[in-house]
T-cell receptor, first 109, second 114 residues
Framework: GQSLEQPSEVTAVEGAIVQINCTYQTSGFYGLSWYQQHDGGAPTFLSYNGLDGLEETGRFSSFLSRSDSYGYLLLQELQMKDSASYFCAVRANAGKSTFGDGTTLTVKP | EAGVAQSPRYKIIEKRQSVAFWCNPISGHATLYWYQQILGQGPKLLIQFQNNGVVDDSQLPKDRFSAERLKGVDSTLKIQPAKLEDSAVYLC????????????FGSGTRLTVV
């Protein structure tokens, strides 16, 4: 089976940088995804790491280390609209993804 | 392109009643997923379809939950009879099924069982 650990809450101020970590235990690992979910909304895909290293998409970056079973999502130049829950998800065999319980990010002015 | 459509948006039922949810994925997406998201938790996979075949239903409580995807397009998820612990948001997602670019989720159905 799969298990994922991520912090339950993170708080930061507008304009700052925040990192959300994710550690996982799994068999048949393909890659690590990140999703954003605003209150009452649907999860929205942010990024995917299939290989070790850093992937950058605008203000968001994601990192993966397969040897450490570890990844993180880095959010730069935080904006109020970034306040949301962020989920890491392990993609395993047959393409299914197992999600962590999410990190609630609160951005303060 | 149109997103993943789900209905109804909200549903309140009494325990032991039955309920059905509908999902229409993005056109051409071969893979369809149903996830259950309990408040404060991450989405939990219930069932995965590839076209009209079931790929994984290992976490579907088959004594009360059923799902089908006739003709490999839209899908329905049914709960009969419902229990209080079934209160959750039921999310449908789809993906092309070949090159992975993440899932596209629908807005979900918020189910409250009283």
């Amino acid at each position: 089976g799969q298990s994922l650990e991520q912090p339950s809450e993170v708080t930061a101020v507008e304009g700052a940088i925040v990192q959300i970590n994710c550690t996982y235990q799994t068999s048949g690992f393909y890659g690590l995804s990140w999703y954003q979910q605003h209150d009452g909304g649907a999860p929205t895909f942010l990024s995917y790491n299939g290989l070790d290293g850093l992937e950058e998409t605008g203000r968001f970056s994601s990192f993966l280390s397969r040897s450490d079973s570890y990844g993180y999502l880095l959010l730069q130049e935080l904006q109020m609209k970034d306040s949301a829950s962020y989920f890491c998800a392990v993609r395993a065999n047959a393409g299914k993804s197992t999600f962590g319980d999410g990190t609630t990010l609160t951005v303060k002015p | 392109e149109a997103g993943v459509a789900q209905s109804p948006r909200y549903k309140i039922i009494e325990k032991r009643q039955s309920v059905a949810f509908w999902c229409n994925p993005i056109s051409g997406h071969a893979t369809l997923y149903w996830y259950q998201q309990i408040l404060g938790q991450g989405p939990k996979l219930l069932i995965q379809f590839q076209n009209n075949g079931v790929v994984d239903d290992s976490q579907l409580p088959k004594d009360r939950f059923s799902a089908e995807r006739l003709k490999g397009v839209d899908s329905t998820l049914k709960i009969q009879p419902a229990k209080l612990e079934d209160s959750a948001v039921y999310l449908c997602a789809s993906s092309p099924g070949q090159v992975y670019h993440g899932y596209t989720f629908g807005s979900g159905t918020r189910l409250t069982v009283v």
